[in-house]
């Protein structure tokens, strides 16, 4: 038999490239054919020889790395003709990322909108760049912040990620893995950088993943996601100190992505990274020769796609078929699959092993925070008019809004200037207004100098013009001009360190008791991408922080919040925020409120219908509120006189020389990581936080001038809950100061506070229902779709599983070996359906994951709010059976949760309601009891100041209770009747805007779904250890 002379391919790499584990790995499997003869050239040959002493071969793989002669490659190429795996003139291109991103465009293929600033020399000045405090404009094509700023030299990996002041402002610089690293915050960098030419882009919200994608010429294409540098920079390894990845499926759009980058740069063997963002896919940049890092399965096709490559390029005569047995699988050894620990029950009770939790939603009120204020002034001064129609165009009856860090520093260049250097002597004859605009001018001026720096979105202003008047100009026209206008400054409300520390625990609490697995269970359905993970947040800063620090604890996170919130938390307004479409029964509650406050009328604790706690008007307001409103106003004249004390002798001391020569500004930026309190402030008898004693007077004033007016001799209720919550500020941050008789304003207000505020809300049930469908419509109708989502999803998969168990093992060996004969095709193997639910972006690749169960999937949807929120859905859940459609319905909640709900007057800071859907899989498809929903809420940081504990008052921080049932032990809450209670109060799904996934579209195609139920290993028996 004639011996066929076997194929050179010839290596000329680097050795250090060489002799890395994949391309062993992947020339070992080429050689086993036996068709295939490798000669690597050597660092010695590429360097010193010349090229026609180089190898002979037939086919070349060659490409780029740190000190290697392209150009001589390129001319051995063009001498001997070998057949090229990746084309050498074309890595020119990938040096330079202008280049790449133009060669992308020339393909169609999708890139980060991006500008370019080109320098000649170092930090050149440039007509067409401009650089604001939150935003780069590059030839009039404006970047906000968060953008992504990249060195145009493609060897420079030094990329940085600048954020906005309203998320706290800084920069963020990955950089190659260094250790555990792969970026840092750098927290008071604001600033671009000047030095070189760099590519401005986009940030693009990814939900803290990359996706990696690796091709084998144009047909087959790898994807594996990883954790994004951008979340916190600390690189995910498993025992082997290996960076954790996982194969994930990409969609019919990102193969032909795939393809096409192939394609543009002539690379068969490329890597380049993806970006998912808002449903879309774009290329962010192009390695070149990469190879996926332990992945047998991966070695195996990229082998044999190889080898078919070569072969139809030099011996198109020989077969390219791929054995039944591959050559080298015989002395393999089998990788260990990882297993994962069966699924827990719920809190309700256990009902038994089937069950699979599918599903965690949670509604959660924002962390522990400082109290909110506002100072109103009316301004006639000439510098603050002219800022006003500087900031508004020019308009004289338009008013401004002020928030940026540039408008609030000419505003406080202003006010610094208007403010008296000397306070009036308030026992002089001075006039009492004067005084009184004077001192809110320095309250302005206090705020606006708060923390040294402006960061963070706690601070607004808006003037509003009210007078005006007709000057005549130089040229004989006449012009409007504002005489005077109304300064509206709110600030405060910001998440305290205790409120960060809460938001964190929760989190670690989540994270080890709501899942699986005993605290590892969530980690690893995450890192292994069977965690669909979604945060939304309000506008409120304080609540994107909550947001921010629970994903941390969640994921267990390192470092600053403000990448994290940037990453991770999404903000939806119109589902968290505003009271707007409910403002009028609101203020019919309370109006009827303060009438049954102040005229003496007899109130009851918490009684009413035996089927109803609280049916009432009222319910909950103290016997004697009319004469605890009375004491509540002297208690608080008597704290305030105190504070204005203090004040009078800061100032004093702040005159003789500055205290905060010893005591730097609180910095608010840098306090956005702490958990613990600032024990210099404390040690000096200064208020906790930022607050300075100014400032806490003006606050506790405000309260005694607003809770009662002597003039008119007419008590305000809607200031009930201000003071309470100054109080319990007061009681947990500055106790050090021993504010006399403050205790006892606490306890007044809070009977009265645990009385007013459930009572805003809705003054009996059925008004409480109105309110509340009113203000949660929007998020009680995500909640249908959430739930919705996953049964249809789990539907989907089941359906499959119960067709096909029976011929399982005989489609296992069918697909097995159609595999092998078009693996070359991998992409029309994993084939799926666009995808229109732009919040499923990331699916393990059952094939290449060396897990046990990859069909398991948790859905995690987080909505951090408000406390009117957290009211509003917990009154719904409640009282939903009022309905008129609902009649002869039970209530969603057992009578003894109704009669503890009644009893509980606070859902204070951190408290939540979650929702658990769980999947018993030995019930048939159609039984209504397939699906169950638990239901369970905490009422937070639900604990006095007052309380004796050492702890609480050294950290300042309250803890949070634990979860309390609303069903009966035992109960069973199917989704079919959870769907049939809620849903007459939730915006319909076709109401929500076409980027909402208003139903579950289907990730995967029919034949998607054949392929996975195939490879999944159901057929084991279902006790299985490792399911």
């Known amino acids: 038999m004639a011996v066929v002379e076997k194929i050179k391919i010839g290596v000329c790499v680097m050795e250090k490239k060489v002799f890395s584990a994949p391309m062993g790995q992947i020339f070992d499997r080429l050689q086993a054919f036996g068709e295939f003869e490798v000669i690597h050239f050597g660092d010695k040959v590429i360097l010193e020889e010349p090229i026609e002493s180089w190898p002979v071969c037939d086919c070349l793989i060659a490409f780029y790395s740190s000190g290697y002669p392209l150009e001589k490659a390129e001319a051995y190429a063009a001498l001997r003709k070998p057949f090229l795996v990746n084309e050498l003139e074309p890595q020119h291109l990938l040096h330079d990322r202008r280049k790449v991103y133009e060669r992308l465009e020339m393909f169609g293929i999708p890139v980060p909108r991006y500008a370019l600033v080109i320098r000649e020399v170092p930090y050149q000045q440039l007509d067409y760049f401009i650089e604001e405090e939150d935003f780069v404009e590059v030839r009039g094509m404006r970047f906000w912040k968060p953008f992504v700023e990249k060195p145009v030299d493609a060897d420079n990996h030094s990329i940085m990620i600048y954020y906005p002041s309203s998320a706290g402002g800084g920069m963020k610089e990955l950089f190659r893995k260094v250790g555990n690293r792969s970026s840092e915050f750098h927290p008071e960098v604001r600033r671009v950088r000047r030095e070189g030419s760099y590519i401005y882009e986009e940030f693009m919200p990814t939900g803290g993943t990359d996706v990696k994608v690796y091709t084998v010429g144009p047909e087959y294409a790898h994807a594996e996601a990883r954790k994004s540098p951008v979340v916190d920079g600390v ?36 890597g380049f990274d993806l970006l998912r963002s808002e449903g879309r896919s774009y290329v962010c940049d192009v390695n070149g020769w990469s190879f996926v890092k332990n992945s047998y399965k991966y070695y195996d096709d990229s082998a044999c796609v190889l080898r078919k490559m070569l072969l139809d390029a030099k011996a198109p005569h020989l077969s390219s078929a791929i054995p039944p047995t591959l050559p080298w699988k015989v002395n393999e050894l089998v990788q260990p699959s990882e297993a994962l620990t069966r ?21 959660i009120r924002h962390g522990d925070r400082t109290p909110k204020q506002k100072v109103k002034l009316k301004v006639t001064e000439e510098k603050l008019l002219n800022l006003m129609l500087k900031y508004n165009g020019g308009r004289p009856r338009s008013e401004t809004k002020l928030k940026t860090a540039v408008q609030l520093q000419d505003l406080l260049d202003a006010t610094r200037m208007l403010v008296p250097r000397t306070r009036p002597d308030l026992e002089s004859d001075s006039e009492a207004e004067d005084v009184e605009h004077s001192e809110k001018l320095r309250q302005v001026k206090a705020v606006l100098e708060e923390g040294g720096h402006f960061s963070g979105i706690y601070r607004k202003v808006q003037l509003k013009p009210l007078k005006w008047d007709k000057v005549t100009k130089g040229n004989g026209e006449v012009e409007e001009r504002p005489v005077q206008a109304l300064m509206i400054l709110k600030y405060g409300g910001v998440l305290t360190h205790a409120g960060r520390k809460q938001a964190e625990e929760l989190g670690r609490y989540f994270r080890n008791k709501m899942y699986p697995g005993e605290g590892t269970g969530l980690l690893r359905l995450h890192s292994t991408y069977r965690h669909d993970l979604k945060i939304y947040s309000s506008d409120e800063g304080r609540v994107q922080m909550s947001a921010a620090a629970f994903a941390k604890g969640l994921l267990d996170l390192e470092g600053q919040l403000t990448p994290i919130l940037v990453s991770l938390v999404s903000k939806d307004s119109s589902m968290l925020d505003g009271l707007e479409n409910a403002s009028i029964e609101m203020d019919e509650a309370k109006a009827r409120l303060n009438e049954i ?14 089927e109803y706690p609280g049916t009432v008007d009222g319910a909950g307001l103290p016997s004697n509120a009319s004469e605890l409103l009375s004491n509540l106003v002297k208690l608080t004249k008597k704290v305030t006189e105190q504070v204005r004390l203090l004040a009078k002798d800061e100032n004093e001391k702040l005159t003789e020389r500055n205290l905060y020569d010893i005591i730097p500004p609180y910095d608010q930026a840098k306090a956005l990581g702490k958990t ?52 319990k500020y007061d009681l947990l941050h500055n106790a050090h ?14 009977m009265l506070a645990d009385g007013v505020i459930p009572n805003e809300y809705g003054i009996n049930p059925k008004q409480k229902l109105k309110i509340g469908s009113k203000i949660a419509r929007r998020l009680l109708g995500k909640l249908l779709i959430d739930l919705r989502n996953t049964r249809e999803e789990a539907i989907s998969v089941a359906e499959l ?126 039984d209504p009891k397939r699906y169950r929903i638990e239901l369970t809420y905490s009422r937070g940081a639900d604990l006095s100041p007052l309380e004796k504990n050492t702890c609480l008052h050294q950290e300042h921080t309250l803890p949070i209770r634990g979860p309390e049932r609303l069903q009966e032990i035992g109960s069973y809450l199917t989704l079919e009747t959870m769907e049939k209670m809620i849903r007459p109060f939730a915006m319909p799904a076709e109401d929500f805007p076409p980027g909402t996934p208003a139903s579950f579209s289907g990730y995967f195609s029919k034949s998607m779904l054949e392929r996975l139920v195939n490879l999944w290993p159901f057929h084991k028996h279902p006790s299985s250890n490792g399911r």
């Open 737 to 750: 100061l021993n504010l006399e008789g403050l205790d006892e304003l606490f306890k007044v207000a809070q």
């Open 343 to 363: 699924q827990g029950s719920g809190i309700n009770g256990t009902f038994g092993q089937s069950e699979e939790l599918r599903c965690v939603i949670a509604v």
């Open 597 to 610: 406050i102040t005229s003496n009328a007899k109130t009851v604790d918490c009684n009413g219908s035996p």
């Open 235 to 270: 690189v995910m390894r498993n025992p082997d100190g290996k960076e954790v990845r996982y194969p994930v499926l990409l969609s019919p759009a990102e193969k032909e992505m795939a393809r096409e980058v192939c394609i543009a740069f002539r690379q068969a063997v490329c």
């Open 676 to 727: 613990n309190i600032d024990v210099d402030r404390i040690a000096a008898g200064l208020p906790c936080g930022s607050e300075g004693f100014l400032l806490m007077y003006a606050r506790w004033k405000k309260l005694e001038t607003d809770l009662y007016n002597e003039r008119k001799e007419r008590f305000d209720i809607t200031q009930i809950p201000d003071v309470y919550d100054s109080c």
């Open 801 to 926: 599983k119960n067709n096909q168990a029976q011929s399982l093992s005989v489609k296992i060996e069918k697909e097995d070996a159609e595999a092998k004969s078009k693996l070359f095709h991998k992409n029309d193997e994993i084939d799926q359906d666009d995808d229109d639910d732009k919040e499923t972006k990331y699916r393990l690749d059952p094939k290449y994951a060396n897990v046990k169960t990859p069909e398991r999937h948790v859905r995690t949807r987080l909505y951090f709010t408000s406390e009117s929120h957290i009211h509003s859905l917990m009154n719904v859940l409640r009282y939903c059976n009022l309905d008129e459609s609902l009649q002869g319905e039970e209530s969603l909640i057992s009578h003894n949760a109704l009669e503890r709900l009644c009893k509980t007057k606070e859902l204070d800071y951190m408290s939540h309601i979650v929702l658990r859907m769980f999947e018993n899989t030995e019930v048939a498809l159609e």
